[in-house]
């Protein structure tokens, strides 16, 4: 069965800082990958996804993401980060179909913005 | 604007009660899916669509129930079966499993409140 580990529950980044939010998964064939961000009481929005081809991702807000088959990791960075980045952001993971039978979420890390 | 329309934001039931959630959207998607979220868990899959009068449970559909008669709504009951209704719900829909862009489309949700 496929799985997903985000470490860090919560971190905390000063404005302006970097960032790098860590993500593990387990599957056994080649993974689809994608990180999402959720604002309180919202939907959630997808930032990046990976399925094939180049490891580095780019996506929406600055953010980009690599994948490394050998750690099985698709971590997720920003090399500046702003006061609105704070939010839940959650890694998942698809398997047939890039998903077609639901993605296999992360438990979330939480993001806190310091100014 | 095409989107995922979820309804109400808001639901309070008393014990014992049914109630459904509803999911529209115009995306011309084929596939739909309910999930649950509750706090510090991540987002965990209730029931899928992949074509309409066609669903699958996820790995959470006990005390839940589904239909898919039209292909733009994926409406879920929460049934008195269900010990703990209490969370956040989220519908989302994806382009069909052929497609090569694969991705989930988030509505805003609905929170359900057991009183």
């Known amino acids: 069965a496929q799985s997903v580990t985000q470490p860090d529950i919560h971190i905390t980044v000063s404005e302006g800082a970097s960032l790098e939010l860590r993500c593990n998964y387990s599957?056994?064939?080649?993974?689809?990958l994608f990180w999402y961000v959720q604002s309180p009481g919202q939907g959630l929005q997808l930032l990046l996804k990976?399925?094939?081809?180049?490891?580095l991702v780019q996506g929406i807000k600055g953010f980009e993401a690599e994948f490394k088959r050998s750690q099985s990791s698709f971590n997720l960075r920003k090399p500046s980060v702003h006061w609105s980045d704070a939010a839940e952001y959650f890694c998942a993971v698809g398997g047939r179909g890039g998903g077609a039978d639901g993605l296999t979420f992360g438990k979330g890390t939480h993001l806190i913005i310091q100014p | 604007d095409g989107g995922i329309t979820q309804s109400p934001k808001y639901l309070f039931r008393k014990e014992g009660q049914n109630v459904t959630l509803s999911c529209e959207q115009n995306?011309?998607?084929?596939?739909m899916y309910w999930y649950r979220q509750d706090p510090g868990q991540g987002l965990r899959l209730i029931y899928y669509s992949q074509i309409v009068n066609d669903f699958q449970k996820g790995d959470i559909a006990e005390g839940y129930s589904v239909s898919r008669e039209k292909k733009e709504s994926f409406p879920l009951t929460v049934t008195s079966a269900q010990k703990n209704p209490t969370a956040f719900y989220l519908c989302?829909?994806?382009?069909?499993?052929?497609?090569?862009?694969?991705?989930?489309?988030f509505g805003q949700g609905t929170r359900l409140t057991v009183v």
């Open positions: 989302a829909s994806s382009i069909p499993k052929t497609g090569v862009n694969t991705e989930a489309f």
């Open positions: 995306l011309n998607h084929d596939a």
């Open positions: 599957y056994g064939a080649t993974p689809y």
């Open positions: 990976y399925f094939s081809g180049d490891t």
